[in-house]
């Protein structure tokens, strides 16, 4: 009875371990998230930005019609 008692008593220990290990990852994965989302915003804004530059310059240049 004791030698179960210590040998369930080991088990949660690790248990208790292994939750905080796991606590301790899934900040560190939300953390990683927050700055992949950040990132894929900042590319979006450039994204956008640099497709209304380019249309801006499409709409400046002469068409061949207007050319001749």
Excluded: F
Excluded at 55 to 60: D, Y
Aim: proline fraction near 1%; charged fraction near 30%; charge should be negative.
């Amino acid at each position: 009875m004791e030698a179960d008692l210590k040998s369930l008593e080991e088990k949660i220990s690790k248990l208790i371990s292994l939750c905080g290990h796991l606590r301790e990852e899934n900040g560190q994965l939300r953390d990683d998230l927050t700055q992949a989302r950040q990132k894929t915003d900042v590319l979006k804004s450039n994204m956008l930005l640099a497709s209304n530059k380019l249309e801006v310059l499409l709409n400046n240049v002469p068409n061949d019609a207007e050319a001749t």
